[in-house]
């Protein structure tokens, strides 16, 4: 498994912050994917299960950019659980659910609980996602269902499908925006030892496409 030491620090200057982003829901709703085609720009029906999956990828905002250290499980998540150091010095949190299988979710409603615990109100920036738009004809979860339960917690939301490439930049990109507002106000989660403030508590928001 990758080992992160503690919080990301502040960039050196000329440097992108970093920040930990940790891929969070149920078994196959499509976590690997949101992270392979957001990197890769790749789909595939069969991921390799391999250990704990990270990847890294600089992100542009305006003139800014931010490193995403983006952290996913090997499957752990089917036994509900995911061990402390997964969590531990994230930043950011993508809580992800099928909208096809409302089974998850209640299930990223109870991941976000999870989160609750681990942090402070505010300590780290979560996007509900829900994926798989591709299959509309099979929804079980309504838009208005995802959006509502957001703006009640203070998330982000934002629909996606892995598999058309849909909203998977856009989703990331306004993770990333956030991520480095915090920054910039200078007591976020980017910065080694600063004041929580909740970004999270505005409306569920959608933010345009980035570069790809
Ligand atoms: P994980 O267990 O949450 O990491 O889920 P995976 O990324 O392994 O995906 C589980 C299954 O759902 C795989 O067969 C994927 O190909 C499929 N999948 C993932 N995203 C999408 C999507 O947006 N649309 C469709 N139709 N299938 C998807
Ligand atoms: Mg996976």
């Not at 998850?104 to 681990?118: D, G, N, T, V, Y």
């Not at 989660?189 to 505005?202: E, F, K, M, Q, R």
């Amino acid at each position: 498994m990758a080992q992160v030491d503690g919080p990301p620090a502040s960039a050196a200057p000329g440097q992108p912050c970093v920040s930990k982003l940790v891929l969070l829901g149920s078994g196959s709703v499509g976590k690997s994917s949101l992270a392979l085609r957001y990197v890769k720009q790749d789909f595939k029906t069969v991921l390799p299960t391999v250990g704990c999956a990270f990847f890294t990828k600089v992100v542009d905002v305006g003139a800014s950019s931010l490193k995403l250290e983006i952290w996913d499980t090997a499957g752990q998540e089917k036994y509900h659980s995911v061990c402390h150091l997964y969590f531990r010095g994230a930043n950011a949190a993508l809580l992800v659910y099928d909208i096809t299988q409302k089974g998850s979710f209640h299930r990223a409603q109870q991941w976000l609980a999870e989160l609750e615990k681990e942090f402070a109100p505010g300590e780290v920036v979560v996007m509900l996602v829900g994926n798989k738009t591709d299959l509309g004809e099979e929804r079980e979860v309504t838009v208005q269902e995802g959006k509502e339960f957001a703006e009640s917690k203070g998330l982000l939301f934002m629909e996606t499908s892995a598999k058309l490439g849909w909203q998977v930049c856009e989703a990331f990109a306004a993770v990333a925006h956030e991520l480095l507002q915090r920054h910039k106000a200078g007591a976020g989660p980017t910065l080694p030892g600063g004041d929580a403030v909740d970004l999270n508590s505005g409306p569920a928001r959608q933010v345009k496409c980035c570069a790809h």
